[in-house]
């Protein structure tokens, strides 16, 4: 361990724990893996390398939770949530510093989104729960009445990823939970340290034995033991669209409910007529915002032509600025990516985009370190790149890092089609000043978020999810409450 470790960061090693039927335990399997912290390359702590076996006694553990879970009465399934939510205040500085550890991200960042927003999750779904309603059809005559009788479902399982991870985590869970479902849930294997701090709360909380368990370790070893299971009835997992693939490819013959959010290339569309400041400010962080590793990020920037040398230099003269700094350090706005290989793959595409014949105007490299502590950091350059057409790599596959790629359109029409040309279609950004305008671009993009003249404004009561190889299904608001219920119809003679 080096030296000099900042304040609020993990000092010991840690070692982290599944949470199975209320108790924390060891892997079954007796395995551990090493997590390392991005911004130094040293392992700080290590997680259970759990198995099918371990998967086996926490879904065993859910399914003997489930009846009396279910039955206890929503205010009381809300007041759990929101305990759980006070639990995240109260230990916020050391959830932001263990997610900026865990994950390389800016301790500025954890701390004015992540943590926020997952204490935000769990008072939400709580407020969800008591509002959500079923409909009932009284035809005409009313001589029967139909009604809808929403139930959970049972054991779900709740996949998330690692680049919003205890934002992303509660995001899932808190809906199952407030449903009446009692989770499995498993978080990246690349940055559990929040989501195990955040099990060891459950019972203070209020969750009995077994209604909310943790199972930490790989994908395709854990995950898919989940993913796999009889007796797991959905799952909502948010993750890269290859794996998304795979696990719909595993459940088609078992019939399981899906919810699966996956990965953008996101088209932001720069009109001539939009406030230019406004629009390079937002892109610098729509681009940029978490080293790049975020869904939502801005990836390929349309630019009219008669905007385009004007907006590409304020654009790039502003990413110059931007230097990767040690993520400890309150000042610093962008940290270092998720891993060696994540930081690999990022490179190789800024290599390839070379290749491609891109021009580089800006960044293309590692960054140095912004000091000893982070000498073995995965740090890299905000990177801008132009000169590349529709069709090649850059512009069509998701790098999830620091990358962008300018490209130029002349008329609406022609941005529309640049948009769409994806196989994704998750989120895009409109600039433009021109009300109709913006309403007539937003109504033909090919995604499942249009954002005009801002980026990355949420209300949680929206639909959040993608078109195309972005996703299936919806969260957010009550679209997640549906998906965590079976809906039964249910109808009855009145006389
Ligand atoms: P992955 O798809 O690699 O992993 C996501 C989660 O799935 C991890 O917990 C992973 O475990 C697990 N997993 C991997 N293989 C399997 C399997 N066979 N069965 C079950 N679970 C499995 O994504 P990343 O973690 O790399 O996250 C980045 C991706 O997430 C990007 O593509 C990004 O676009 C997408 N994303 C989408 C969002 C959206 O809302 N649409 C939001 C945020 C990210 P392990 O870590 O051990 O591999």
Not at 231 to 251: C, D, L
Not at 328 to 347: C, E, F, I, Q, W
Request: aromatic content about 8%; charged content about 20%.
């Amino acid at each position: 361990m080096p030296q000099s470790y900042p304040v609020n960061y993990l000092r010991h090693m840690m070692e982290l724990q599944n949470l199975i039927g209320g108790e924390m335990t060891n892997p079954k399997g007796g395995a551990w893996l090493d997590n390392i912290e991005p911004a130094t390359g040293h392992v700080f702590s290590r997680i259970p390398r759990s198995n099918a076996a371990d998967v086996e006694a926490a879904v065993q553990a859910a399914r003997t939770a489930f009846p009396a879970w279910s039955a206890t009465p929503f205010e009381e399934r809300a007041a759990s949530l929101r305990r759980w939510g006070a639990l995240i205040a109260e230990h916020s500085e050391a959830l932001i510093a263990a997610e900026s550890q865990d994950n390389g991200k800016p301790v500025s960042l954890a701390g004015a989104v992540d943590i926020p927003r997952a204490q935000k999750n769990l008072e939400f779904f709580a407020g969800a729960i008591e509002h959500f309603a079923s409909e009932a059809h009284i035809p005409g005559g009313a001589e029967f009445i139909h009604y809808t009788h929403r139930k959970p479902i049972g054991v779900v399982g709740c996949i998330s990823p690692w680049n919003l991870p205890l934002y992303l985590f509660t995001w899932k869970i808190a809906p199952a939970l407030a449903a009446g479902n009692c989770v499995v849930a498993k978080p990246s294997e690349v940055t559990p340290v929040t989501a195990w701090m955040l099990s060891k709360w459950a019972a203070e909380a209020g969750f009995p034995a077994g209604v909310f368990n943790v199972v930490h370790g790989l994908g395709h070893e854990a995950g898919q033991a989940l993913v796999e299971h009889p007796h797991v009835k959905a799952i909502s997992f948010t993750g890269g669209t290859q794996t998304g693939a795979h696990i719909a490819r595993t459940t088609a013959g078992i019939f399981k409910k899906l919810s699966l959010e996956l990965g953008g290339k996101n088209p932001a569309i720069v009109f001539a007529d939009c406030d230019v400041d406004k629009a390079v400010s937002t892109t610098i962080r729509s681009s940029f915002a978490n080293q790049g590793q975020i869904c939502l990020c801005s990836s390929r920037i349309l630019i009219e032509d008669s905007l385009y040398d004007t907006f590409r230099d304020a654009l790039v003269a502003k990413a110059k600025r931007i230097a990767p700094g040690d993520p400890s350090d309150p000042n610093t706005k962008m940290g270092a990516l998720v891993s060696a290989p994540h930081r690999d793959k990022v490179l190789a595409y800024i290599e390839s985009a070379k290749v491609q014949g891109a021009s580089v105007l800006c960044g293309g490299d590692v960054a140095s370190a912004p000091n000893d502590r982070c000498e073995a950091g995965y740090f890299v350059q905000p990177t801008i790149l132009e000169g590349l057409g529709p069709a090649c790599s850059i512009n069509q596959e998701e790098i999830f890092g620091p990358v962008i790629s300018l490209q130029r359109f002349s008329t609406e029409a022609e941005a529309i089609k640049l948009a769409n040309d994806s196989d994704y279609g998750l989120a895009a950004t409109i600039w433009t000043q021109d009300a109709a305008k913006a309403h007539r671009v937003a109504t033909q993009v090919e995604s499942g978020i249009a954002w005009i003249n801002c980026w990355l404004v949420r209300d949680l009561r929206t639909p959040f999810g993608g078109v195309k190889s972005s996703g299936i299904g919806r969260e957010g608001g009550f679209e997640a409450l549906r998906f965590f219920t079976e809906p039964q119809s249910v109808c009855i003679p009145t006389h």
